[in-house]
């Protein structure tokens, strides 16, 4: 019966957290519709280092990313193709003015002109 109980309680766990897994979002999205841009920082971070290029991809849904602009400070757009534009961003040390680099995006959604901007977080070497 304990074993039953146990099993049960571990099988929960084992749902809740694959759902809650799910449900979670990058938090450099745009959504309208069935339509999307996510900006995804390659090596897993959530933030870039000064000096340090970094390959950021935006993964377009239901968007043409060849009529799309990214524009920021230290972007490099390295190929668009398919639904994913490779970046790579370098932003020198004390460059801006407070530690967030802004990235401007452009774009169409059913023939709707459309801008967003992300706030991406920077930091030092450390």
């Known amino acids: 019966m304990i074993k039953n109980i146990c099993a049960f309680i571990i099988i929960i766990l084992i749902i809740n957290s694959c759902s809650e897994a799910e449900k979670k979002s990058s938090k450099f999205s745009y959504n309208k519709g069935e339509s999307s841009v996510e900006l995804k920082i390659i090596n897993g971070n959530d933030y870039l280092i ?68 992300f706030n991406v977080p920077m930091k030092n070497d450390k």
């Open 50 to 117: 000064y000096n340090t290029p970094t390959r950021v991809d935006f993964e377009w849904v239901n968007i043409d990313p060849k009529t799309s602009l990214i524009y920021g400070s230290g972007i490099k757009i390295l190929v668009a193709k398919e639904n994913v534009t490779q970046t790579e961003i370098s932003v020198p040390n004390n460059y801006l003015k407070n530690d967030s680099l802004n990235i401007k995006l452009s774009f169409e959604i059913d023939g709707e002109k459309l801008n967003t901007e």
